[in-house]
């Protein structure tokens, strides 16, 4: 991602409508140092760069990756010229994510587990899910 900056144009309302965001979204991306805020002049608006746009698409687009926003700015701050590097964090990401799936798997496994055994006591006063999810420690 570049950073050069494009004449900025965009006040903040104009800036969200186009990323697909909210205006306390990128309010909450100034706030943690994700993106720059602008200078506000003595007389008017905040005036954000076009280019602003892609980032917040970008961030977005890595959230739906699983990236948290700790790792997206670290990603932004290695940028195009460290693919070594994202690579790096992106391979990390996906054990994570497969360690998660693994993990997902197996509560998927005792959810069908618990749900079986519910149709067993469906007709009783105890239930067997909340039975077993009260005795477990």
Known sequence: MSKLKSDPCLTIGQLAKQSGVNVETIRYY????????PLKPIKGYRKYSQDLIKTIKFIKRAQQLGFTLSEINELIILGQNKCHDVKS???AKRSKI???IVDLKAMKKE?????DACDETENTPHCAL???LANTS
């Not at 100034?30 to 805020?37: A, F």
């Not at 959810?111 to 749900?115: K, M």
């Open 130 to 132: 909340i039975e077993t």
């Open 89 to 91: 964090l992106a391979i």
């Open 98 to 100: 497969i360690e998660q």
């Open 30 to 37: 100034q706030r943690i140092n994700l993106i720059e805020e």
């Open 111 to 115: 959810l069908n587990r618990l749900i």
